[in-house]
């Protein structure tokens, strides 16, 4: 007898198809957000309530359910999703063009059992009522049910708070597939049968184990599904009409670890990193408007991921584009990008080093000869796009900046990983740091610095579609590709083309490396100088501005304490010298404590304060030298008895001064050096270890067979090799600085001279090349005014011979001005006038005062020279010596406008065989008298360039002569600037 029968499905059968299958709680939600995706949404959530009893919910804005759909589709398990005709509406598709469906086995929805085990499921279709389950995915574990027997309570409701008063009833029908109910008495003994079995067969095995039927009972009663849980819904709160929730309670420990509240260890950390890595880039962030490529989709699908504390949330995941996309991935200094046709040839471009070295599809790569590329229908691979983008893993190797390595190291933290999007959505596992299915790694344990490509500082996709790629298929458990013919030879083609292009630029083979590193590495080494001159000058920036901060208040006091203290002092008898001599010494102790030293080039906001400061420190140094001169009058007057007493009472007061300094510096010293030791011990206690922490890893690798031992030993060499520098690096340069120390020799103060020295000769070159470009300028202006003069006075010659025609002597007259300019420009000429002779001092006084006629006649200033300037002579070219005084003078005229000086004047003498110009203004600030004769100094608010005292130091020196600022005092002829000139062979009569 036949008889034919039907298979009997156990329960357990939904838990092997959903829980059992989805590797972990990532790749569940990821396989829930593209249900979403399949379902329209544009938008979709994942929310974690820190709740006593957290709860978790999976919204979205797709087309939802009816009853119908609800209970014909959803609860059918293996609806595959290609049968759907329902989102051909375009009402359904909310307006999005059609999508290709990423579901294909109809058993994705069964992943929210990895969420947690109590699930409840709302959804609503446009102009429909919402339907409500509430499901326990435990019931599903018990071996000893049919999947017949459990059943799962359904729901409608029109309005939403209707939902709270139906729920109390959701969970008593779902506590029925734990006992059953009087409706069914044959199921009811068919549950209790096989769940006193199943109890029993648990306790067996752990005695300390609870009941299953008790736990799914206590967590149904216990369970919480508040509103507040749906709020962040938007069609709980009326922006959408159409859309699924799916809550969750008793959620899963890797949902959890994402709270603030949970205590944060290794474990922790590592499981919210593959959180983050898993669902950051759930959608393509490498898609370009401008980019040719095959398979790049852009889904317009967002996502997020949030926390909520209470009413306060937290975003800890969202596809934000700004921190990685296409655009930012270019601006680092390698890239590969290009398509690859269904030959397996890759056609594209390739930066490296900075620099675009082929562009558009000038790249071209092929597959390797011994790869037999598939066609056939089901093992062809189709066309796909690649695009890669890396940087150099040693800063010193590396093109990029300091601000963009950085940045890039701190984006490979979060963003890096080869991964693959069909469609723009993200193929799992591929990527996640596990994942070597390019063999990336793997090739890299064999050679890295041949095969240079590294995964934790890798950016970049393979773009597939389902249209052109059909045969990549993924397994059910979606965790990668099924391992077909297609397959096979996708990850042989991409392997050749990271070879290949390793090969050709990236790698240690490379000839392009080879050929740019040294420059590159040089380049780094000074640009990393650079750095530290900079953070050195603001360094000593700051601690210049600190200590003259804190002074100038007490140097203030100090000046206001001492006014009248030189009118007050009387030194009649040997105890008002003592008096005098305490005074003047503590005076000069209490000055030299308020010293600042260490200006740096640029004072910026500092520098009115600064030159208050040292206008305020000269005159206390005059105050305390007028006492000196005082107490050394008195001295010779009064004749102390016995002045060696005083002597010595000077000489413990000093003593006693520098000695209190010098406890308080080793104090300092002392602090520093202990904590500098420990710093250093620390160091070497890590730099010891760092080799092991490398290399141990390689012999590991040599037990198990998977490294050869040359290889090995190669790359153990090359890491001894890079500590070694880097030992050198660190250690070598701090012993060099310590010997400079036991010399004696002030590091400090070099570092700080070389600092401002750098920042003045940089700005200097730069003002240099103008001026150098001027100079060329009047050179040819010069050559052409020139010829210009003769023809003019050939024009005037002519003229006078015809007669005294009017208006010829403005004419001349005119004429004879600019000849005289002409002149005085002669000096900035790079050859400039040869001719010399004899020039007196009268000469020279009437030449400024006709130069400067006009200006003195308006601004009623006065310029005279002493019977010994006039008389005095110096056998010279005049175009070198009459510009020296034209710039004193002019610079004379221009303070004394400036500041308005009364019975304003400007005065030629001689004192011991040396010319004085000198005038009665403002004078020169004692912080600007040192820089006076540098190039481009200047003090002038408009139109000072900053080169005329330079000029004239350098014209006087071609001769041998020499310029200063008067600081002795029997050089300062009048109140204001006075300048000293000593002509080397000169005559004064």
């Known amino acids: 007898m036949i008889e034919t029968l039907a298979f009997r499905t156990q329960a357990r059968t939904v838990d ?86 990423q579901g294909q086995k109809g058993i994705g929805r069964l992943s929210s059992a990895n969420l947690g085990p109590l699930l409840l499921i709302v959804s609503k279709r446009k102009k429909t009522d919402f339907v409500a389950a509430l499901i326990d995915w435990r ?41 059953g109910n009087i409706s069914d008495e044959k199921r009811a003994n068919r549950l209790k049968l096989a769940w006193e079995t199943y109890d029993r067969v648990i306790l067996e095995d752990d005695p300390e184990a609870k009941k299953p039927s008790e736990l799914i009972t206590n967590t149904i009663i216990n369970a919480r599904f508040e509103k ?160 890669i983008a890396t940087f ?88 990668g590709f099924i391992d077909n013919r297609a397959t096979k030879v996708l990850r042989e083609v991409v392997k050749n083309i990271l070879k290949r292009a390793a090969y050709e630029y990236f790698g240690s083979n490379s000839d392009l490396r080879k050929e740019l590193l040294p420059d590159i590495r040089a380049q780094n080494e000074k640009d990393r100088a650079e750095k530290e001159r900079k953070e050195l000058a603001k360094l000593n920036a700051q601690k210049f501005r600190s200590r003259l901060n804190t002074n100038l208040p007490i140097l203030f006091s100090m000046v206001n304490e001492t006014e009248k203290i030189n009118a007050n002092i009387h030194i009649n008898n040997e105890l008002d010298l003592d008096n005098t001599q305490t005074l003047i010494s503590e005076l000069s102790m209490r000055l030299a404590d308020l010293r600042v030293v260490g200006a740096p080039a640029k004072l910026g906001s500092a520098e009115d304060d600064y030159r208050t400061f040292r206008t305020m420190y000269t005159e206390m140094l005059e105050r305390i030298h007028v006492l000196e001169q005082k107490r050394a009058d008195a001295i010779q007057s009064i004749n102390p008895a016995k002045p060696e007493d005083i002597a010595q009472k000077q000489l413990s007061s000093h003593a006693s001064k520098l000695q209190a300094r010098l406890r308080s510096w080793r104090k300092s010293i002392d602090t520093l050096q ?42 153990m060499k090359a890491i001894y090799t890079k500590l070694d520098m880097e030992n050198e690096d660190t250690f070598q340069s701090y012993l060099d600085a310590l010997e400079l120390m036991s010399e004696n020799i002030n590091i400090e103060l070099i570092a700080r001279q070389g600092t401002a020295d750098n920042i003045t000769l940089r700005d200097d070159l730069n003002r240099l090349n103008q001026v150098a470009q001027l100079g060329i300028t009047v050179e040819i202006l010069g050559h052409e005014l020139t010829n210009n003069e003769r023809m003019v006075r ?34 900035l000429k790079v050859s400039g006038n040869k001719t010399r002779r004899q020039i007196f001092g009268k000469d020279i006084e009437d030449y400024i005062i006709s130069f400067f006629e006009s200006v003195l006649h308006n601004r009623a200033i006065k310029i005279h020279a002493s019977k010994e300037f006039r008389a005095f002579s110096i ?94 005092r029997k050089f300062r002829l009048l109140a204001g600037a006075n300048f000293v000139i000593n002509f080397k062979g000169a005559n004064f009569g």
């Open 228 to 387: 507040r849980h749906f709020e962040p819904w938007l069609v709980w709160n009326e922006k959408r009409q159409h859309g699924t929730a799916l809550i969750v309670s008793d959620i899963n420990y890797d949902l959890k670890a994402q709270l603030p509240s949970i205590e944060l260890d290794s474990n922790i950390k590592n499981i919210r990193d593959s959180f983050f890595s898993t669902l950051s880039a759930f959608t393509d962030p490498y898609v370009a408007a401008d980019a040719s490529e095959f398979n790049a989709f852009d889904p317009r699908f967002s996502y997020e991921v949030k926390t909520w504390s209470e009413t306060f949330s937290s975003t800890i995941i969202e596809n934000d584009r700004e921190a990685i996309n296409r655009e930012v991935t270019e601006e680092m200094e390698h890239v590969l990008s290009g398509n690859i046709d269904e030959y397996g040839v890759f056609r594209g471009q390739v930066k490296a080093f900075g620099e675009w070295r082929k562009l558009g599809t000038d790249y071209v790569i092929y597959p390797p000869k011994d790869l037999t590329i598939p066609k056939g229908p089901t093992t062809f691979i189709g066309p796909f796009s690649l695009h």
């Open 16 to 101: 092997h198809l959903g829980r059992e299958q989805i590797a972990d709680c990532p790749t569940a939600i990821s396989e829930l957000w593209k249900n979403a995706y399949d379902a329209y949404a544009r938008d979709v959530s994942l929310h974690i309530f820190d709740d006593p009893e957290p709860v978790a919910a999976v919204f979205d804005d797709g087309h939802g359910m009816n009853y119908d759909e609800f209970i014909n589709r959803w609860l059918v398990v293996g609806t595959d999703s290609k049968y759907d005709t329902n989102t051909s509406d375009d009402d359904d598709r909310d307006g999005l063009p059609k999508r290709t469906k």
């Open 875 to 968: 056998f010279d070219q005049p175009s070198r010596i009459y510009p020296v005084f034209v710039n004193l003078v002019n610079n004379s005229v221009y303070w004394l406008v400036t500041s308005s000086t009364p019975n304003a004047e400007v005065y030629l003498s001689i004192l011991d065989d040396k010319v004085i110009i000198s005038d009665n203004g403002p004078g020169i600030n004692p912080v600007d008298q040192e820089n006076l004769f540098k190039m481009f100094f200047t003090r002038k608010s408009s139109g000072g360039r900053g080169i005329g005292l330079y000029l004239c130091r350098v014209n006087l020196m071609a001769s041998g002569h020499s310029i200063e600022y008067a600081t002795d």
């Open 392 to 479: 150099e893993l040693m800063r010193d190797s590396s093109t990029l900046s300091n601000e963009n390595f950085t940045r890039f190291l701190g984006l490979a933290k979060q963003h890096s990983g080869f991964l693959i999007f069909r469609n723009g959505l993200r193929v799992l596992p591929y990527g996640r740091e596990t994942n070597d299915f390019f063999e990336i790694e793997r090739q890299r344990s064999v050679n890295a610095g041949r095969e240079y490509w590294n995964a934790r500082r890798m950016f970049g996709r393979i773009a597939i579609s389902r249209e052109l790629n059909p045969n990549l298929r993924d397994k059910a458990g979606r965790e």
């Open 674 to 715: 202990g904590a500098e030791r420990d710093r250093v011990s620390t160091l070497f206690d890590e730099r010891n270890k760092a080799f092991h922490l490398e290399a141990m890893p390689l012999v590991d690798q040599v037990r198990i067979g998977l490294l050869g031992l040359d290889q090995a030993l190669e790359q």
């Open 794 to 827: 050939e024009g005037i010659r002519k003229i006078r011979t015809i007669g005294d025609i009017p208006g010829t002597n403005l004419v001349v007259e005119g004429f004879e001005a600019l000849s005289q300019q002409l002149e005085f420009l002669s000096p």
């Open 139 to 179: 019931i599903f574990e018990n071996p000893y049910l049919v999947l017949s027997d459990i059943e799962i309570p359904v729901t409608q409701f029109a309005e939403r708070t209707d939902l709270f008063q139906l729920l109390p009833d959701l969970f008593e029908r779902l506590k029925d597939n734990i006992s």
